[in-house]
């Protein structure tokens, strides 16, 4: 890997500096790229600005997440327990103290939502896009771009942009085979120039994998397709996407303070029923021995998306462009647990519905219930922008406008003793409908900003955004009255506006020589609140409607003041074979306000049935950070990239749960790590890359009290490359031999921490083990 930076000439976004790229992915396949690895600084941007290339997102594993494909970049955590990160339920990131719900998430503009595992708002960027396709990722650690459309981009914004069709004719195949049964096939089509600026592709993707701690299948189909056209008035692009996946989860450890051990996985008993069957009492009962970390029979999530856009940058004159995009985004999800009905707290729930009667006999007589959280979104939106060249301004502005209509449902199934269900089928027939939301959300977010080009080397980048958001959550269905705990009779009904008119921004960019760059920024943005209706930080998720009503009169959206600077740039050197330095530095401080909490002031029952919580703002935190990293040149054929950061995010107040002040103040943001450092060694030789990666990730606090923490750790991966000069030859060109061994130093440990709610107690999920992958890939 090295890192090199865009040439210092033009102070304008990350957005346009990664479409000038269209140009040179039109000439080859991203995934074939003959270069070297590239990480690329943007010197187009006064916040700290990395694009990782598709050939670098690839080398790490084929097919990897491009959220996970960012881990190698300086101040982001990502772990799954699944080598392609592809897992959502297990998924864990940060970036500078912020969790993954409080970045904002894009496709080639379209926003993502906030990639809350309960869908509501967007999907992953893996389900919108093949991650073959991918042309470059990139990551913005600040609050990210003005014209970003996100409603929770806190800490920072991740840009994922699809590759454009080839400019000749081009069949593309790829095959990955390796542990677990992995099978990944990915074939793409490339029409080449047609007609007059016509140009398209069409890909489709299978792949399956067993889950290495126990026997349940992962994988699905995804298809893309894009088509542009290109002329001197302007440049039309048409992408669709549509993705179906199953996915058996993981269940989380669960870690009490004091205890002796606790088992490295939790795994499900599927397929082995018979066994499921002896597990359990007769009346449904886990074994005490057990306590928390029983074994459910299944788990799994299944997600249906369909995803398109049409998007036209209209050239009105040499100084001027509009940009008008169109987007719609259909999911049809659920996510799945089939578990014992004893568990803590699901035979009162489940008495509520079936007073006095016999509930091992009514739920199929197999001691198991299976329960589905299903999930409907449909949200349209437009995405317009103006750019006006005029001399020493480049003035930009438009907006953003979204409707989104999702829905959960929470039901209850039987799982028959005589015919019992699998992870790959979809429950029918419910026993028990407990409740059903459906919010409507519109966002609105408008956006002006003008950079100024004081003097050729000097430019100021000044700006505001609006963001409004009008949600109304409804519960077309009510659980009946003892079926919440707390002694709430219904959930909340009701709307919240909020309207946050005026977030600045205010940036400098200084080319200080022909090789090194200061950017400064500071930036204020804010988090819209959760419009979810099953649970987690949303004001519809709350118990009852007193608590709802509290929450819309008293609570404050989450706000962010980020400050940014930092030094990049690059060096020729003659010290031996080391020949050129390159890299970037940079420091922040970001004050947090109006930190939203979930407390519960009764005892929360169990994590399948939940307490009786109030949402409130507890207080702000104080993050301050640096992020050094660069790449030593060898010549052409060696370098060596090291990324090193500090993260240090403290709570600043105390909050009160109801009967105790709970001691929050002074201690570290829990999950997320201080200490952090990766490294890729890449080096060829002939037709040979090898490339060493490694991940220092530190200790990570598994409380909000820090009582508990988990210990770092230090993972290696390695790859292989292979061109294979002697088969490139007739109809196959560019073909590629490819080993990818990860966790190639079986390391052991915590990969994700699941924060306790309460001192005392924590989740964590295991790292996957060494597994080896082989692929192989040709043109024809």
Same mark, same amino acid.
């Given at each position: ?61 084929? =097919? ?120 990944? +096939?990915?074939?793409?089509? *490339? ?41 001197? +008035? ?30 490295? +996985? ?46 036209? *940058? ?57 329960? %589905?959280?299903?999930?409907?979104? &449909? ?77 050729? &080397? ?132 970001? *004050? ?50 090291? %990324? ?11 909050? +009160? ?28 030789? =002939? ?70 709610? %309460? ?8 790292? %996957? ?12």
């Amino acid at each position: 890997m090295a890192f090199s930076s865009f040439a210092a000439a033009q102070s304008t976004t990350v957005v346009a500096s990664a479409d000038n790229q269209v140009s040179k992915d039109a000439k080859k396949t991203d995934g074939l790229d003959n270069s070297i690895s590239t990480v690329e600084i943007s010197s187009q941007s006064t916040r700290s600005s990395v694009s990782l290339r598709a050939k670098e997102l690839q080398s790490q594993l084929p =097919g990897t997440n491009p959220l996970k494909g960012i881990e190698t970049l300086p101040g982001v955590s990502f772990s799954t327990a699944d080598p392609w990160g592809n897992n959502e339920q297990n998924l864990t990131l940060f970036v500078h103290g912020f969790s993954g719900q409080q970045l904002g998430y894009t496709m080639d503009g379209v926003p993502l939502g906030d990639q809350q595992y309960g869908n509501y708002n967007g999907l992953s960027p893996q389900r919108a896009v093949i991650s073959e396709n991918v042309r470059n990722v990139v990551l913005s650690s600040g609050a990210g771009d003005l014209v970003t459309p996100s409603t929770s981009n806190l800490g920072g914004t991740i840009e994922v942009f699809s590759s454009d069709p080839l400019a000749t004719r081009t069949t593309s195949v790829q095959q990955t085979v390796g542990s677990y049964s992995t099978s990944r +096939t990915f074939v793409r089509f *490339d029409t080449g120039n047609f007609g007059d600026g016509n140009s398209a592709y069409i890909s489709g993707l299978h792949h399956e994998a067993r889950a290495w701690d126990f026997d349940g299948r992962q994988g699905g189909n995804q298809f893309n397709g894009k088509f542009v056209h290109n002329s001197e +008035t302007g440049k039309l692009t048409v992408f669709a996407n549509y993705s179906d996946k199953i996915e058996p989860n993981e269940d989380a450890t669960v870690h009490v303070a004091g205890e002796s051990s606790a088992p490295y +996985t939790r795994a499900f008993l599927y397929p082995d029923f018979a066994t499921a069957l002896t597990y359990l009492s007769p009346k449904g009962a886990t074994p005490a021995a057990d306590g928390a970390n029983y074994h459910n029979y299944y788990s799994d999530a299944q997600r249906t998306d369909f995803l398109t856009y049409a998007k036209y *940058d209209w050239n009105l004159n040499q100084t001027t462009t509009w940009t008008n995009q169109v987007y719609f985004h259909h999911d049809d999800g659920v996510g799945v647990v089939a578990g014992p009905i004893g568990a803590a707290g699901l035979p009162a729930l489940f008495g509520v519905y079936f007073p006095n009667q016999n509930l091992k006999q009514i739920f199929g007589n197999s001691g198991y219930a299976t329960r %589905a959280t299903e999930y409907v979104i &449909n949200r349209p939106g437009i995405i317009s922008n103006v750019r006006m060249d005029l001399g020493d301004h480049q003035l930009e502005f438009g907006g953003w406008w979204e409707h989104n209509n999702s829905s959960t449902y929470r039901r209850w199934f039987a799982l028959d003793v005589n015919n019992p269900s699998t992870p790959y089928q979809r429950p029918s027939n419910p026993l028990i409908t407990q409740y059903g939301s459906n919010i409507t959300n519109d966002v609105v977010q408008l956006h002006v900003q003008d950079e100024w080009r004081v003097k050729p &080397n000097l430019a100021l980048q000044a700006g505001f955004k609006s963001s409004l958001q009008f949600a109304e959550g409804l519960f077309p269905v009510q659980p009946l009255s003892g079926a919440i705990a707390g002694g709430s009779t219904a959930l909340p009904v009701g709307k919240i506006d909020t309207k946050k008119w005026f977030l600045p921004e205010l940036g400098v960019l200084w080319d200080i020589n022909p090789r090194d760059q200061f950017f400064a920024n500071i930036q204020k943005n804010m988090r819209q609140f959760v419009t979810y209706g099953a649970g987690g930080a949303s004001p519809w998720s709350l118990a009852s409607q007193s608590a709802f009503d509290l929450f819309k009169n008293t609570a404050q959206p989450e706000t962010s003041v980020t400050y940014e600077m930092g030094i990049r740039g690059k060096r020729d050197v003659q010290l031996g074979a080391l020949d050129k330095i390159d890299g970037q530095v940079n420091v922040y401080h970001v *004050d947090f306000s109006n930190r939203i909490l979930q407390i519960s002031p009764t005892a929360v029952i169990t994590a399948i049935v939940g307490g009786n919580p109030v949402l409130a703002n507890v207080g702000s935190v104080t993050t301050d950070g640096i992020d050094i990293a660069g790449t030593l040149h060898f010549g052409k054929n060696f370098s060596f990239y090291n %990324a090193l950061s500090y993260n240090r995010s403290v709570y600043q107040d105390n909050y +009160t749960n109801g009967s105790a002040v709970v001691q929050t103040s002074g201690k570290q943001v829990p999950g997320a790590p201080q200490w952090m450092n990766k490294f890729v060694a890449t080096a060829t030789f =002939g037709d040979i890359e090898t490339q060493l990666t490694g991940d220092y990730v530190g200790r990570r606090y598994a409380t909000y009290t820090n009582d508990l923490y988990v210990g770092g750790y230090f993972m290696m991966n390695l790859g292989v490359t292979a061109k294979l000069p002697s088969l490139s030859t007739g109809l196959m060109k560019n073909a590629k031999l490819r080993l990818n061994v990860t966790n190639l130093n079986q390391r052991t440990g915590a990969t994700a921490v699941v924060v306790g709610a %309460a001192s005392g107690t924590y989740n964590t999920y295991p790292i %996957a083990p060494r597994q080896f992958f082989v692929t192989f890939g040709a043109e024809f």
